[in-house]
């Protein structure tokens, strides 16, 4: 086999996987950032042969679907909270409580 084959044929079989580089574009990060994703494990699944990393374009695609934020209402009901955070603006104002008195001092 030739270099140029050889070549072809990598690519062939890395078809279907981003680079960090063209991951890192798809999501306007830098090769720094997925580094340090990958060592918090945090980062989407990725492949490593020798020193390149490989992520699969659909595994990575799915990671980032995972990562969907959910408005502030859904995550107060999925906490069990009564009510949405933007309700406590509108609830009633807490009753007054006397405040304590001093107590006075005993003459001696």
């Known amino acids: 086999m030739?270099?140029?084959?050889?070549?072809?044929?990598?690519?062939r079989l890395f078809d279907g996987h981003w680079t960090a580089a063209e991951l890192g574009a798809q999501r306007n990060k830098s090769?720094?950032?997925?580094r340090l994703e990958r060592?918090?494990?945090?980062?989407?699944?990725?492949?490593?042969?020798?020193r390149k990393i490989y992520y699969p374009i659909d595994t990575a695609r799915a990671w980032l679907r995972e990562q969907l934020c959910h408005p502030a209402r859904t995550q107060a009901l999925e906490r069990g909270m009564k009510r949405s955070p933007a309700s406590f603006s509108q609830r009633e104002p807490a009753p007054m409580i006397a405040a304590p008195r001093?107590?006075?001092?005993?003459p001696t």
Not at 2 to 11: M, R
Request: proline share 6%; aromatic share 4%.
């Open 2 to 11: 030739t270099g140029t084959n050889l070549q072809e044929s990598t690519e």
């Open 31 to 34: 090769e720094r950032t997925l």
């Open 39 to 50: 060592q918090r494990g945090v980062g989407p699944p990725y492949l490593c042969d020798g």
């Open 102 to 106: 001093h107590r006075q001092r005993e």
